[in-house]
């Protein structure tokens, strides 16, 4: 997110935008793609409070988030495009307050992998992950990614 300094994240967290709600969608395309046709849209400050129920040493994945949304909304499927900007607005939020903070870094993208768009990026997800007892290791020839060692032995069950 561009002039993240400049920006108000609690503001963007408090701010549920007509969500949470689920949209009958007819491309058929995304249909196949997530099994289904009820999209469920979550407000941001629910993926805050899945995010803050996440106690150390245990991480959790946006699929899992989106998956548990969807199960208990009675939807197909949550929004993978509003999952993913809600939860860096997260992220930013809790850096923001000088309490009652959320530990963002145990959200793990897929198969485990950390999020370059978190505050302080990979280096600071990498260094609270290991702080927590995880091990973070690299993948990839030309495209190198980070990724937490075994994180489903470490998932968080909702």
């Known amino acids: ?19 949470p709600k689920v949209q009958i969608i007819a491309d058929e395309k995304s249909i196949e793609k997530y099994g289904g046709n009820r999209m469920y849209f979550a407000p941001p400050a629910d993926y805050d409070r899945v995010m803050k129920k996440v106690p150390w040493g245990k991480v959790i994945t946006v699929g899992y988030i989106r998956d548990y949304f969807a199960k208990v909304n009675n939807a197909d499927f949550t929004d993978p495009i ?5 939860i860096s607005i997260v992220a930013w939020a809790s850096e923001q307050k000088s309490d009652d ?24 997800q990498k260094e609270k992950l290991e702080a927590e007892g995880h091990t ?23």
Do not use: C, H
Request: aromatic share 12%.
């Open 1 to 19: 997110m561009a002039n993240k300094q400049n920006k108000d994240f609690n503001a963007m967290l408090n701010n549920n935008k007509d969500m």
């Open 82 to 86: 509003t999952a993913g900007i809600f």
């Open 101 to 124: 903070k959320t530990p963002y870094w145990r959200t793990l993208k897929s198969d485990g992998e950390l999020n370059p768009k978190y505050p302080g990026g990979i280096e600071a």
């Open 136 to 158: 973070v290791i690299l993948r990839g020839r030309s495209d190198i990614k980070y990724y937490m060692k075994d994180y489903l032995d470490s998932l968080y069950q909702l």
